[in-house]
């Protein structure tokens, strides 16, 4: 059982920057694809980036394509979130996925099977 923990969350002033880690328990096997979601208050939970094991496939939904980058480094287990530009519309939770069951790139939260605790990203104007 994989375990997943965010870390790097917390307040910044729009323009600014931020960057998110997500630790894995264990060595993520070779097949497991990482995500990043993000949920405001009162809003579903939203597909932010998706990397692939060998972190040369990425998607990014399209608010925060420019401004975040997605990548990972398979022997510390982690995943990264550089985030730039913030905008206070990036206030949310975010959490890190992992999916142990697909091997492509997806969007839809139901293609993930491990998740974090997610930790709170806050932009003030």
């Known amino acids: 059982q994989v375990q997943l923990v965010e870390s790097g969350g917390g307040l910044v002033q729009a323009g600014g920057s931020l960057r998110l880690s997500c630790a894995a328990s264990?060595?993520?096997?070779?097949?497991?694809?990482m995500g990043w979601f993000r949920q405001a208050p009162g809003k579903e939970r939203d597909f932010v980036a998706a990397?692939?094991?060998?972190?040369?496939?990425?998607l990014y939904t399209d608010s925060v394509k420019g401004r975040f980058t997605i990548s990972r480094d398979n022997g510390k287990n982690t995943e990264y979130l550089q985030m730039n530009s913030l905008k206070p519309e990036d206030t949310a939770v975010y959490f890190c996925?992992?999916?142990?069951?697909?091997?492509?790139?997806?969007?839809?939260?139901?293609?993930?099977?491990?998740w974090g605790r997610g930790t709170q990203v806050t932009v003030s104007s």
């Open positions: 990397i692939s094991w060998s972190g040369g496939d990425t």
């Open positions: 264990e060595r993520t096997p070779r097949l497991y694809p």
């Open positions: 996925a992992a999916t142990s069951t697909y091997s492509g790139l997806y969007i839809g939260r139901e293609y993930y099977n491990y």
